[in-house]
């Protein structure tokens, strides 16, 4: 035996006393100069050997940002940790994975943006203020569009965020209601395309809400502030305007705690839409001429018929800039307004009808408890709204009982002593309207609010006239505000004051009612003698438009006479307008006067004609109020005369015109 062996040793066969050798890539020189049947002594001492490498082993080079899901992990936390000490070269690093535009050279892959998020899924609790950058770059990084697994990861990268840090909700909410109003880019996309793309990012968007919802039970309260203030602003665009309302009423579906809020948020914005249209129209037709204003709502009608917001192309929706004089180019952002506007309550008449039409009774007394609510913290206190009112127009006529309900609001607003002159002004004017206007409002009903606001009246006699020294809308306003409001029924809803009105089968039948004798109820004639003729002489205030129309229809049906009053009434003299107390007396005009609301001399010691229901004009959206609504017929018998007498009076104009100009044009020369 050799010496140093060991007896194991020995006894080990040859073959295995050699040391086993790992695989290698290089291979043996003598195989390779065998294999080959050249010499394998090098050349020269001092040359080193060849080495060659196996063809069939794959080679891959990585990429020093592709790493394990470990590595990425670990070299996350190290990066917080370090940043929190001072050194900040790695943090900014794990920015930069989020910051770097998926366009750019040098963008992460998507495996290494995957590791890095699901590295943070696990450093939460680190994500403190101090690391606010990181977070808002996060929040602002290209999600939306990705892949479906990626976009999983990053959302419940946000649930664990507000979770573990809950004072970035507001910031989490705000940027996933950004994506809403501003979805990603489709520069260059086909209208399908663009059509996806929308309908992905809403999508996510949703279920990334409905996910934080229902995982932080105070995020509603939160949300509806973002919502709040990421309403689309007045002059944004139609489209932004509509898909982020269709949103909205998305969100109250998995979200029913916010359908208030909601609601009234639509609506309030809407309002200010609504009041601004008419404010716009009455400077241009200042400006340019009252017709041509009143053709604006009309002069794009039916453009947008059948289009849904999804379908439009930012070409059609965006009003070009420039290349137009100032008067057109207001024509035109009128007329957008107008569309948008349309657009919004079609859709609100919509969402509202599925309330009201569906099974739940509860649903639909939530959906009227909504629109009363609206009616009065947003609507009532308005001036000038002209369309959104007609929401509560449609849905109070769609039961008897809901009928009375609306009109005992308007009563109680209206008789309320405790509440502002304005808002009592404004409620009679809703009564009035709606009364006379509605088609589904009963003959019992017409006859009970006469009966309601001649009572009222007499209260305010007995008060106003001891110390009256003539007509004052200073000081009596809500006299005459009421008083008005009862001569705009009567001439509307003059048949159902009269006794066996209820056997009249339909409104054709007052076509006979030139050919009989009229008997009112009891108390129609007396109530508007008394007031007519009172000390107070309501004839003087209210709108000349409405107490001449009044005076032609009485005489007509000889209930009354007051012709001679108002001969009378013309050699009267208000008292002239002054200070910030007239103002304040009438119904809410804004402080900026335009053609119809600023009055001079006695005619703002008068009141305005307004009544919220007149005539709707939105092509679109008027179809919900066609079935609901009174349009004005006049009487059998009066105003066919007139109408003929109209005509006979314009033709000699039209022939006077022509001699005129001939006339003026030889005088000229």
Known sequence: ???GLSVGESALPASLKTPMKRPTLVRKRDDTAAESGTDATPSSPSKRLKVSFDSDVEVKVMDDWEKAPAITREEVRRALERRAQGESSAYERV????TTKSTAEDAPSSNT???HTAALLSCV????????????????????????????????LLGNLVSAQGAYLGDVLRMLVGHLVNPPSCTGFTVDERVAVRVQCDRRVHAALRYLLRLIPFASSVLSVVLMNLFPHSSDSKRAHIAYVHNLLKLTEYAPELQSDVLSLITERLVKIDVQVQVDLEDLAEDVGEDVAQEIPNLRTGISEGIEPEEESEEESEIIEGGLDPDAQRA???????????RILDILFAYYSHLF????????????DILFAQFTSIILPTYRSRHTQFLLFHFAQTSPALVDNFVG????????KGRPAVMRQSAAAYLASFVARGIHVPPQIVRDVFDYIGGQLSIYRSEYEPSCRGPDLRRYSNYYSLLQALLYIFCFRWHDLEAGAEERVDDEDISLADDLSHIWISGVKETLAQN?????????????AIVNEFAKIANHLGIIYVFHLLETNKRLRLPQCGGQFDRDMTYNIPDRETALSSKKGEACQQLDEYFPFDPYHLPRSKRWVDGDYREWKGIPGLHEEADDASGSEEEDEEDSGVDDGTATDDDSS
């Open 357 to 368: 039409s569906g099974t739940s009774i509860r649903a639909r007394d939530a959906a009227l």
């Open 532 to 544: 007519i003729f009172s000390k107070l002489n309501p004839l003087k205030v209210c709108s000349p």
């Open 1 to 3: 035996m050799s010496p």
């Open 95 to 98: 920015k930069e994975v989020y």
């Open 125 to 156: 609790s680190a994500l403190d203020r101090s690391c606010s950058d990181l977070v808002h770059d996060i929040l602002e990084s290209e999600w939306i569009d990705r892949d479906e697994e990626y976009v999983a990861l990053f959302l419940r």
């Open 113 to 115: 943006l995957r590791n």
């Open 332 to 342: 035109k952002d009128i007329t957008s307004n107008v569309e948008k506007l349309d």
């Open 409 to 416: 609001a308007c009563v109680h607003f209206a008789f309320d």
